[in-house]
């Protein structure tokens, strides 16, 4: 049994919602509606008073004759504010229908009726039932307000293809059968997705560099490593998912991007280096998983180096900076470091704790490169995060998703701990 908010906006399609709440309440469910000022212009509220059995809202400043309840809960014995209460009481907030102008109302969090003013307050799943006529619902402006919703974390359904509820009208902007919308309201309460809910790193800036660094022999060859990315742009969608604000360096990563995430470029390890170095100015936290290379071609040739007449050839290499080393003099108190730390075999764990000390880092990443079915292009991983003055931890192994996550949700804590000592 659900407790299901009815918000009714003005569309002809509104007869079908009276259906819709008839349905969900032979289910098992229990219903409350409220309605847009214009939407009693299609159907009056007695009709949802009676299928319903609670009173019928039109505005906040209606008082609430059952005091925000459902037909299931006692009326407290005080007025609240209806709409606050409403969206408390309520398991899911189902707009239907919703026209062209209270979806836009909603994409622009406005508040000025019943319907929207739930919108706004409700921290429950939310689901919107479009239902217009085919032209308003194709119109730039209304897809744009649907894609800003659907971002937000709303459902916002597919209106059906067909004969639209205006004679002669046909197109796409149909309201869902009430059957299959009570469907999408019962599998949206299963989802649990609470729009507008804060995430647990909103406001984080994070630099994630990743890839292997090319530096040039000649114009076409250049030194190299395995390195994938694939690790690096891990982290950075488990960040971005989290609510991060995330700038990714790649380097050399033909992988596919993440709209919510900003990514630049390089190539060569000077090229990271300038990049990161002006970047992580402005960033909380800071993740190199990108393989940098050690060593660069002294002397690169402009052009092809040709074979003819050689039997052989040697390139000189001279050491790369490096990056992370080099950052501490830009550090400022609260900023988390993290490396990470590619070593083969029972070295591993001696090598990552020295990387840690001398690089100056808050956390390093251990993974063995001597095991095949870990690392570099493989899609699993399995690692050892060492932090400072605590015991290595070793979580299961997993996909490079999951493992990031795990990544993710340590940096979390040491964002946490790092900013509270930052600000004693
Ligand atoms: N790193 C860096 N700059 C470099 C090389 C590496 O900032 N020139 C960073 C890597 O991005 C990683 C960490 O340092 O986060 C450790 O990299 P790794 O290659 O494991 O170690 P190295 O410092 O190169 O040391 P070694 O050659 O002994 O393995």
Known sequence: MARILLGVSGGIAAYKSLEFARLAIKAGHVVRAVQTPDSVNFVGKASFEGITGAPVLTSQFERDPAGGAFPDQQRPDHDPISHLELAANCDVYVIAPATANTIAKLAYGMADNMVTALALSCRKPIVVAPAMNNDMYLNAATRDNIETLRSRGITVLDPGTGELASKGEYGIGRLPEPSDLLTATVRAIARGEVPFAPKSLDGLKML??????????????????????????????????????????????????????????????????????????????????????????????????????????????????????????????????????????????????????SKGLDMIVANDISEPSIGFESDDNEITLLVEGCEPEHPPRGTKSEIANVIVGRIESLVRTQGDSARV
Do not use: C
Request: no cysteine; net charge negative; charged share 25%.
């Open 208 to 357: 994630v560099t990743a890839g292997g660094t090319r530096e040039p022999i000649d114009s076409v060859r250049f030194v190299g490593n395995r390195s994938s990315g694939k690790m690096g742009f891990a982290v950075a969608d488990a960040a971005a998912a989290r609510g991060a604000e995330v700038t990714v360096v790649a380097a050399n990563v033909s992988l596919a991007r993440n709209a919510d995430i900003d990514y630049i470029d390089v190539s060569t390890a000077a090229e990271l280096e300038s990049v990161v170095r002006a970047e992580f100015v402005k960033s909380d936290a800071l993740v190199m998983a990108a393989a940098v290379a050690d060593f660069r071609p002294a002397d690169p040739e402009d052009g092809k180096i040709k074979k003819a007449g050689r039997t052989g050839m040697t390139v000189e290499l001279v050491a790369t900076s490096d990056v992370l080393s080099g950052l501490q003099d830009l550090r400022e108190p609260g900023q988390v470091v993290v490396g990470f730390a590619a070593e083969a075999g029972e070295a591993l764990l001696g090598e990552a704790r020295r990387k840690l000390e």
